[in-house]
């Protein structure tokens, strides 16, 4: 348990209903790798009976398993990332409590691993989704990948495994808030994926509906890359080009013309358009500002409650 070969991290929010289940195929499927191994359960503000589950589990299982309770709810991405900081394997991987992600899929991640790969993302085989959420994480994979240059053929896949050094790296950032997939993306050498088996939600509901999902997205294009505000500057100057010429038409119409109200509606319509790609463009530097002022708040990223753990003789 001191320095064990695999760190599995779990982060965890309302899941009492697929927690039982998840216990009963968890540690099989890892006492089935013949590897040295620590659960990591990270209990993200649970309001219901998650956090005592956890706690009969301990006690169930104290040689291999460690929870860590959060004060309240920071987020999957934080109940990550307090794993990382807290994890003692040489390789770590994350996986979600709803068994979406079967547990007997770990080997897959390993054995790549074993190939010299030091970051192994997921790729779900079948995903048993709703139809939309299909197409926006297509729509989203794309521009994320042209925006960021990040690579990530399923970005909603929490079925990853992750070098120690990796792991270190990611720690060693201190941003307040990230999309940790992508940050470890562009720390590894050797990054790989591996298709892995998907399966329907058994029990609970879903933590990431349709706003959830947009703020994810928003975030990991505006945490990884300048291109948005670039992309907007450019559109900004060929606005105001297109706007001058406007201008200078209508001026040489009205002269050989004379005035007219007809055209009105059409000015409406551009200048309502003008306005709306101007919110757009303040809501963007907006987002930039924001995660500035997060930075430089330098307030914690997360706040420990406690951890159930089993200490060494001497500890």
């Known amino acids: 348990m001191n320095d064990p070969q695999l760190s599995v991290i779990i982060p965890v929010y309302n899941e009492q209903e697929t927690l039982p289940a998840l216990f009963a195929r968890l540690y099989p499927a890892l006492d089935a790798l013949g590897v040295s191994y620590e659960v990591l359960f990270v209990n993200d503000g649970s309001r219901d009976r998650s956090a005592a589950l956890l706690k009969d589990q301990f006690l169930a299982r104290p040689d291999v398993t460690r929870v860590i309770l959060f ?167 060929g606005l105001s080009l297109a706007s001058a010429a406007f201008v200078a038409y209508l001026a040489i119409r009205r002269l050989i013309v004379g005035p007219e109200a007809e055209g009105l509606f059409t000015l409406l319509g551009i200048n309502f358009l003008l306005m709306g790609i101007l919110l757009f463009g303040i809501g963007l530097l907006g987002e930039y500002v924001g995660r500035i002022y997060q930075q430089v708040r330098e307030r914690p990223r997360f706040t420990i409650q406690a951890i159930l753990e089993q200490r060494a003789e001497g500890d």
Not at 142 to 157: A, F, S, V
Not at 169 to 175: F, L, N, Q, S
Request: proline content about 4%; charged content about 20%; hydrophobic content about 40%.
């Open 71 to 237: 004060n309240a709810n920071h987020g999957q991405h934080m109940a990550i990332m307090a794993g990382f900081e807290h994890c003692r394997g040489e390789r770590v991987v994350t996986l979600d409590a709803d068994l979406q992600n079967p547990p007997e899929e770990i080997g897959k991640l390993l054995a790549a691993m074993d190939q010299g790969h030091d970051y192994v993302g997921g790729i779900r085989e079948t995903r048993e989704d709703h139809w939309w959420r299909h197409v926006a994480s297509r729509l989203m994979n794309r521009l994320r990948e042209r925006i960021t240059h990040i690579k990530m053929t399923d970005q909603g896949c929490m079925l990853r495994a992750y070098s120690r050094s990796i792991v270190k790296a990611i720690v060693a950032t201190r941003e307040v808030s990230t999309y940790i997939p992508a940050l470890a993306y562009t720390f590894a050498a050797h990054p790989t994926e591996v298709v892995v088996t998907h399966a329907e939600r058994a029990a609970g509901q879903s933590k990431y509906p349709l706003y959830k999902l947009i703020r994810l997205n928003f975030d990991l294009v505006t945490g990884f890359s300048l291109a948005p505000l670039q992309m907007f500057s450019l559109v900004g100057i």
